[in-house]
């Protein structure tokens, strides 16, 4: 499956990605980021248009996009990109992935759909990695956006835990 592949493509990227911003390369570490989330996006309308949507290209997308996020931010926090209490926000990112799938695995199915409160997440995620890897002096556009993520990260995880519930009573 081609869809498939190319989720493959940006799971390998991240190695790469991480040594690239820990060597202090941002423009191409910008560039390979960049290019992890155009993979994203085409994976999914490759995997749409072709009729080879599957339960393991969901879980392989899903686990590359978990895994974009680790790498991406713990890259960044080790460069020191989110000095003192800036530190909350990534750590929160990165939590909130392994709380939502945890909460995923106590539900009958082990999915739930899209909350609506994920694509400006995401989307302020995504900013807020790419201003702080570009050398363009957006560090603090890139914080705040990054904060912003996290804000909308912990109502995420209190709508997902809220769906999870009836499965926590039976």
Do not use: C
């Not at 879980?59 to 931010?73: E, I």
């Not at 890897?133 to 603090?140: D, K, N, Q």
């Amino acid at each position: 499956m081609v869809a498939n592949l190319v989720t493959l493509v940006r799971i390998l990227l991240l190695p790469v990605l991480a040594a690239v911003i820990l060597a202090g390369h941002g423009w191409t570490a910008l560039a390979l980021f960049l290019t992890a989330g155009a993979t994203d996006i085409l994976d999914g309308q490759l995997a749409r248009r072709f009729g080879q949507t599957s339960a393991f290209g969901a879980m392989l997308d899903l686990l590359a996009d978990r895994l974009l996020t680790l790498v991406s931010l713990g890259a960044l926090i080790e460069t020191g990109a989110f000095a003192g209490a800036w530190i909350v926000a990534p750590l929160v990112l990165i939590a909130r992935n392994f709380a939502v799938a945890g909460l995923q695995q106590a539900l009958p199915g082990g999915d739930f759909e899209l909350a609506a409160i994920e694509y400006p997440k995401i989307a302020l995620n995504f900013l807020g990695v790419s201003l702080l890897l570009a050398p363009v002096g957006a560090t603090s556009a890139g914080l705040w956006a990054i904060a912003a993520s996290a804000a909308l990260s912990v109502a995420s995880v209190a709508v997902y835990a809220r769906r999870a519930l009836p499965a926590f009573r039976g």
